[in-house]
């Protein structure tokens, strides 16, 4: 049964895998004070143009964010996400464990603005509240959706003249910047926010995020966070060898354009049959609407994951693609869903 | 330059990274719900001939120490160590972090003992200080040394007697339970403990510990810790795949018993020269007492860890031994520091 | 200028004050465990008809709270409150900084129901999310509604099925249970929930509230918790005296009947002015609304705090009585004020 | 049964009581925003001649500190006490409870020096271990000891050179001042620390302790952290008043030279009769030592607290006089031991 449930099914793609088996033999020190996570550091700091940023190599989203967000606050400072933001409901209160409160916004399309966080700012007001202090946003959202210039740089301005910092989980950062709705670089993510970072277990490695840190007094002994929330590995070299080889010949946004050309395929082929979506997704993420029955009998074929059941007895499924999903398996799935809607609408 | 400076300078043991290869197309779950995994856990399980023993795989030992202590105290609860353990020193706070205090017992070996704990028990009599509940050891300890089965049955047999959990870092139970000095099976340690780890990291594989947890009483709803904490690795596949070689054919201790082996020629040949040891140690660490001079020309060729420098102008080093070691390093070893310390002592 | 911000402007109730000054001199041992604290203890049992009550006694409403949540809860255990609920909105994230989620429903007059409640436990269904497991409520709530037999015994039911805990804080209890909406005894309170606090510095002392763990499951090593968390008073016998006063012919249902007594006055007199409620509040906290300029001009001679500016143009304010309250300063104010709406008016 | 328990063993001193009766029906604005609270801070800061230092009242020493420290340091930062150090020992894990290490110096006489400083900074010497950031002492320490100018100088130095902050528990900071060995102003200490605490409930007050701010960087946002741990009293003027008071007429020190002279008669007379010290203190606890049987047999006339057990067989007990001790009580008991060492020695 093919899957589409997300884009970790697979291992690593075969050009980061082949770089482990190269280098295997290899001595180096632990605890990723190894030259590949020199030259992995340097590579990203080239891609944002930015000699000066701290650069670290973590396990999982999850930690990262949690590491990340602890660090940055004070124990009273409180984190403004929207109420879907993957902080808020899926890291099993990993901020909260660290202390602060996750302050949200309800919005549909998971993106944050100025507007939403506006009353937040104003209703905290004194010493018997938290304080917020930090935005975090994810780019492309959990539901797909992508922040452009405009709206990104709207936030910052925000951030700064209100005195928060701004935070972009990047977990699909590739898929993001090559989506078609896209208009940022790297680069300009780098100086619009305060840190950001590089998913890379979505993006073909066998996993590992880049954490970049831009603001300068987020960087002092971050080290010690790291480690202190057991995520230094060890064999630290292998997260920095495979950041390496992704930011080497642009192996990191080949992966996402073709993750994005995948998801485009199947966004492209569902509007064709008709088929509604929960969002306008231009990334790696789609959202489709089905009746419940036609759901479940995909379920038979496809492996994917419920987004969530409507009221109205129909159901929006999630499909994800990855650096491995073959074109294919997705013209057959869209093969296989046309005939049942179409039996089904007889 | 060759390095003794730990076991996890190199990657991963051939036979794990030719199952990584040869799988890393295979869609699976994420999170560690993959076939992989479980059959990881059942041959765990079976190891340890246990079935209803919970088994979690993470990614490195400080998370796993953290999320086990965090998962198994109450808030007021504090767990025992050497004053040398792992999660006093060499954690960055990790276990306080996650708001207990550890209790420390001052000893050279590296081991614990009913007659260290017991002053601790009696000191700690009332609701203003912490209650002691959980007891902290290390096998292989810090210093090389191993448990043997009567110190790990008394002390397993005191902790139930005095309403205490015991936990066993087994970062190196691997070298432990194949050491000369060792008589227990990984069975027993099941049996006389109430959750122990088995490393990982520096037994061949890239990275993971699995976690046992063998008391009824730590297993429930063990999953949301793991997340919690930012340890349920999204390609969980990865380290289930990688403990199922590990205890397939016995890879486990083929490994085990090749570090030893490399560590024991170094300890009879160091031993040949005249060399002293900090500590007995039949296990993959060794640590070998030099004159500050000779270990600093030591430096020049091999890289090693200075365990400490004695106040009598000589230095301990520490060297490690791993999958990897060949034995003509340990050979060319020997021979240089042989050739130093002829030329030092003439 | 009076006041009627809020229910803890003035000192202790005459009779508290007296005890704490007839029993100046007498020495006893510390930190609670003294004979006024026991004796209050007792009257507290006896109160609720349950000798086998652990009760304790802290110094103020955020710190019974904390402590009390903190101690129940596992790691990845969550607290569901309404949005507007107090540890929510106005303890400075105080849960969260103990680690622990709160969860929350939108209801516009404060109490939680089951059908709030579902919503939620189904939502969260696997180890992604924190673990519903706690229910807090406030009697009387944040907006001075109270919870009748059959609402407690709905939601007490609900909890039971459903694997959750029941807790009300009580800040105001005393108020809730001589209010005249009110069909519940503190003893019926104590058997439908899993604890609760008695408020005792919003009823006539001059600090102080007393948890009521009924639950066995909860009691275990909870001084342990108060003391950790730096809620032990030394001179602990401080607050059993008071709330041993407090529950010596019926002065705690004296002070709460007083203060009702006088919020009644002052509902029933902006009534008859034509003045809206925000609730219909039959406790000491009342929230009529003005015109932004009736209740600027109300600020120039009685102090109050603002609880909602209105999007329409109005104000709605919040209106506290104590033990202290005068009958006269009520008539003063109903006075003034309706003589603010007659000019206004003209 | 007279009790030397403790000097938390009575009330208020009357002085303090009679204001709280005289003031009992002022309305107040609440959470120590009152003019009381700012009066109390004035007379505080022209105690220490600093009108910059940023004073706040909290109800007790364990909150205070626990306050303190988890606000002064980030989350990777360590606090070292000396090992019979109030928070290292007899605070229930309160300071690990907000996430941060305690590391102990061993010392007999309760008092840290650079020497035992310094090879704990030495020691933590990357980010695999905590980074030493607080320095705790007590004066008068937990054995009765006090820092003269050249100590707490030396210290002071020694910690603007290393990086450190210094905090001071003055949980006994009235009798440590008037102590005959003390050579310290309060203005002197406030320049020496970077923040202190002043204790009032064993200095006569029936709550309360005055934490005084005065390295400006530990100011920001303070009054967020004494909320979110539960720390900001309602009725807060409850402890401005009484703080108030005590800083009026000097009434601070005449209660402590109160207590110190009731303890130097004990020690007077007990030296007279043969006793020995555990140590040499000059303040209001004493630490005689007594064989087994005769710390028994006082036991029965008399309350205290045993300091530790000899392993010769004898008893360190710990003698505390409180602003309420009488000189015939002290007279009585010297009286009685007298008779009972006479007895005992025939």
């Known amino acids: 049964m093919y899957s589409f449930r997300n884009d970790y099914s697979e291992g690593a793609h075969p050009d980061i895998l082949a770089e482990l088996v190269r280098t295997n033999l290899e001595q180096t020190v632990g605890y990723g004070c190894d030259e590949y996570c020199e030259r992995a550091k340097d590579a990203i700091r080239r891609e944002i143009n930015n000699e000066n940023a701290a650069v670290y190599f973590i396990s999982g989203g999850t930690q990262t964010n949690l590491i990340a967000i602890s660090s940055f606050l004070r124990p009273h400072e409180a984190v403004i996400a929207t109420s879907s933001g993957h902080i808020n409901v899926h890291e099993t209160g990993a901020i909260e464990a660290t202390g602060h409160k996750v302050l949200t916004a309800q919005v549909e399309n998971g993106k944050l603005t100025p507007e939403l966080i506006k009353p937040i700012l104003d209703f905290h007001c004194d010493e018997h509240m938290v304080k917020p202090r930090l935005v975090y946003i994810s780019n492309s959202s959990e539901v797909g959706t992508v922040y452009n210039r405009g709206e990104l740089s709207a936030l910052s301005r925000f951030c700064k003249e209100n005195g928060l910092m701004l935070y972009m989980d990047g977990a699909r950062i590739g898929s993001a910047l090559c989506s078609k709705q896209n208009d940022l670089t790297m680069e ?11 998913g890379g277990t979505k993006n073909g490695l066998m996993m590992g995020e880049a954490l970049v840190l831009v603001n300068d007094c987020l960087k002092a002994d971050f080290l010690f966070f ?5 995520a230094l590995l060890a064999k630290g070299r292998l997260l920095g060898l495979q950041f390496l080889t992704l930011f080497t010949d642009g192996l990191f946004y080949k992966i996402a354009s073709h993750e994005n050309r995948m998801a485009e395929l199947l966004k492209a082929g569902l509007t064709e049959l008709g088929v509604p979506f929960l969002t306008d997704s231009p990334t790696n993420q789609q959202f489709p609407i089905f009746a419940d029955d036609i759901a479940e009998k995909i379920k038979l074929s496809y492996d994917y994951e419920i987004q969530k059941k409507l009221p109205d007895g129909r159901t929006c499924i999630r ?10 398996a997705v013209n057959e799935f869209l093969r296989d869903v046309g005939e049942m809607l179409r039996i089904s609408g007889e």
């Open 188 to 198: 300009e993510i780098a100086k619009l926010t305060d840190a950001f970072y590089i």
């Open 226 to 230: 790291v480690k202190q929330r057991g």
């Open 319 to 328: 499909l994800v693609t990855s650096w491995a999903t073959p074109e294919w």
